[in-house]
């Protein structure tokens, strides 16, 4: 009977260690089916803030570092092959541009990606401009509003680098908005309100 407590406590070490590897593979399909590997996103990136709605963001959230930092799985920076390739044959490293970055966070039942956009090295009236070389004429009508709004929030601190694009959990896209997941399902509090142009206190 005393052997009973050790027998059980090996077992469930042993079970846990089978999901965790069953975790690790499917994130090595995943990144394999996506052409995904390590990167290490700059300093300017990590320490920006970002929001979470192309369109129309309501609100800011705080930086990128302390988001990747409060997920509860391990985490990881991935990057597409073809981005990697690009960012290394750029004249300069300050050359405004968009690229995209994966957060994969590791759970035992699922791999979540939070897919987002650096947009560190971009200005407002860049963000904008970048906007119109994909949009054209409908560029300003559809996102000057938000730029107007960014540069508000700039003025008083709250400036943003980033913006969580998609969420995908096991490859599959969510349907509910980045900004929703952030925020509800998540609690990731925002420090910004865009709508109401204030800082929202905590």
């Not at 039942?109 to 409908?138: A, C, G, M």
Request: glycine share 6%.
């Amino acid at each position: 009977m005393r052997l009973l407590p050790i027998l059980l406590g090996f077992l469930l070490l042993v079970g846990n260690g089978a999901t965790a590897l069953a975790a690790s593979q499917k994130a090595t399909a995943l990144r394999q089916a996506n052409g995904l590997s390590a990167f290490t996103p700059p300093d300017k990136f990590l320490a920006g803030n970002f929001v979470a709605d192309e369109m129309n963001p309501g609100v800011i959230f705080g930086t990128v570092k302390a988001f990747a930092a409060s997920r509860k799985c391990p985490t990881t920076w991935l990057i597409e092959e073809g981005e990697k390739a690009r960012l290394a044959a750029q004249g300069s490293p300050d050359q405004p541009v968009e690229y995209t970055l994966y957060l994969e966070e590791t759970c035992p039942d699922k791999v979540v990606y939070y897919v987002f956009i650096d947009q560190s090295r971009l200005t407002p009236q860049q963000w904008i401009e970048w906007r119109e070389k994909f949009h054209k004429s409908k560029a300003e009508p559809e996102y000057g509003s938000t730029k107007s709004k960014l540069d508000q929030a700039c003025t008083e601190g709250c400036g943003v680098g980033a913006e969580l694009r998609f969420v995908q959990v096991n490859g599959d896209l969510m349907t509910k908005s980045p900004e929703e997941v952030v925020r509800v399902d998540l609690k990731f509090a925002p420090i910004y309100d865009l709508n109401q142009q204030k800082k929202i206190s905590k």
